[in-house]
């Protein structure tokens, strides 16, 4: 079964310094894909980058980027010049599409404050 | 476009009352999910339709019922309400294979979050 772990139950960070959030999956099957997703105390679910599995280039989105590590399993988020803003939890989740069904596994979320 | 539409945005049940979230989508997306949401807990997947007329079931479907009789509304229904079904909950949805857009990533709505007394 596709796990997913995200081992930073709580990251902080200072205005305009960079933090990375990690995540790692598990997985067998080799075609998939990886999202960051940001939860604002809002609630709302908001994506904040994919990465598909077949491409080795990282990901960009802005000040996000992601350190997708496909022999090790592991994709990162890195946010450069934090916003206040950017405070919220973050889940990553892991994608498959296979034989008609598909699966969205999240992690359990890390929390990000941001000082000022 | 409104996106995804939730109502409503906050509910108290009690114990064995019945009632239905409801979740709209106005961009024609074929797909469309519920998830809950626990403390501590990614987001979990209770059910699941691909179409209108089509639903399946997610990792944790007991105790919840849809149904999908247009593309838009995908309404979930708790039949009889219980303290463990206090959540928050999402619907979220994405478009098929010929919606020109990433079909693998998910639109979520802003979340009801119920309380069961």
């Known amino acids: 079964a596709q796990t997913v772990t995200q081992s930073q139950p709580e990251m902080s960070v200072q205005e305009a310094e960079t933090v990375t959030l990690s995540c790692t999956y598990d997985t067998s099957e080799s075609d998939y894909y990886l999202f960051w997703y940001k939860q604002p105390p809002s609630r709302q679910m908001i994506l904040v980058i994919r990465q598909e599995a077949y491409k080795q280039q990282n990901a960009t989105e802005n000040r996000f980027s992601v350190n997708f590590q496909k022999a090790a399993k592991s994709f990162s988020l890195k946010i450069s010049d934090s916003q206040l803003g950017d405070a919220a939890m973050y889940f990553c989740?892991?994608?498959?599409?296979?034989?008609?069904?598909?699966?969205?596994?999240f992690g359990k979320g890390t929390k990000l404050t941001v000082n000022p | 476009n409104a996106g995804v539409t939730q109502t409503p945005k906050f509910q108290v049940l009690k114990t064995g009352q019945s009632m239905t979230l409801q979740c709209a989508q106005d961009m024609n997306h074929e797909y469309m999910s519920w998830y809950r949401q626990d403390p501590g807990m990614g987001l979990r997947l209770i059910h699941y339709?691909?179409?209108?007329?089509?639903?399946d079931q997610g990792e944790v479907p007991n105790g919840y019922n849809v149904s999908r009789s247009t593309t838009e509304d995908f309404p979930l229904r708790l039949l009889s309400a219980a303290p463990s079904q206090t959540s928050v909950y999402f619907c979220?949805?994405?478009?098929?294979?010929?919606?020109?857009?990433?079909?693998?990533?998910?639109?979520f709505g802003p979340g009801t979050r119920l309380l069961v007394l």
């Open positions: 339709s691909v179409g209108a007329g089509i639903t």
């Open positions: 989740a892991y994608y498959l599409s296979q034989g008609g069904s598909e699966k969205l596994v």
């Open positions: 979220a949805s994405r478009p098929g294979l010929a919606g020109g857009l990433p079909r693998e990533t998910q639109y």
